[in-house]
T-cell receptor, first 112, second 114 residues
């Protein structure tokens, strides 16, 4: 059973702080990794994708991947109240059309 | 920007009734998916579809479920005899299956079975 686990929330950070979200996955053959943001009652919205070990930065977001440790993380710098949402870690298998397996999500609350 | 669309946004039905959820994937995409999310739970894969046939299906996707691409644009999920536990948000997704292999999600259909 392929699993994706995320650090339990909810996570509360003050506005302007760094939010750190973590994820581990069980399938060592996974090739593609995604962070989605989901507001309550809405669909997942892709915010970052990462495919190789190391860091990938996009604006205030940095994704980190360590395939040896089967670990993915997302850092949100200068957190804003609008970042308050559930963040879903998602992992895709070996092919570019494989299903995406989602983690349970971490709820982030940014306090003004 | 192209997007995946889904109809209806909300559907209320009686247990045992058939429902059809509709999706229009992004026009040049080749792979289509259905996921569901029961309230408070994680997003779960149901089925993937390519070249007019099912590529993969999960344990959830039993004989009560079927998918179809009836024309060049629509992609449908049919639940033949709904159960209370089918109440969930159903998301359609599509991908071009190139790099990046991003799956783009539709806004979802909230299904409530009474």
């Amino acid at each position: 059973q392929k699993e994706v686990e995320q650090n339990s929330g909810p996570l509360s950070v003050p506005e302007g702080a760094i939010a750190s979200l973590n994820c581990t996955y069980s399938d060592r053959g996974s090739q593609s990794f995604f962070w989605y943001r989901q507001y309550s009652g809405k669909s997942p919205e892709l915010i970052m994708s990462i495919y190789s070990n190391g860091d990938k930065e996009d604006g205030r977001f940095t994704a980190q991947l360590n395939k040896a440790s089967q670990y993915v993380s997302l850092l949100i710098r200068d957190s804003q109240p609008s970042d308050s949402a559930t963040y879903l870690c998602a992992v895709m298998g070996k092919t570019s059309y494989d299903k995406v397996i989602f983690g349970p999500g971490t709820s982030l609350s940014v306090i003004p | 920007e192209p997007e995946v669309t889904q109809t209806p946004s909300h559907q209320v039905t009686q247990m045992g009734q058939e429902v059809i959820l509709r999706c229009v994937p992004i026009s040049n995409h080749l792979y289509f998916y259905w996921y569901r999310q029961i309230l408070g739970q994680k997003v779960e894969f149901l089925v993937s579809f390519y070249n007019n046939e099912i590529s993969e299906k999960s344990e959830i996707f039993d004989d009560q479920f079927s998918v179809e691409r009836p024309d060049g644009s629509n992609f449908t999920l049919k639940i033949r005899s709904t159960k209370l536990e089918d109440s969930a948000m159903y998301f359609c997704a599509s991908t071009e299956a190139r790099v990046p292999e991003t799956q783009y999600f539709g806004p979802g259909t909230r299904l409530l079975v009474l």
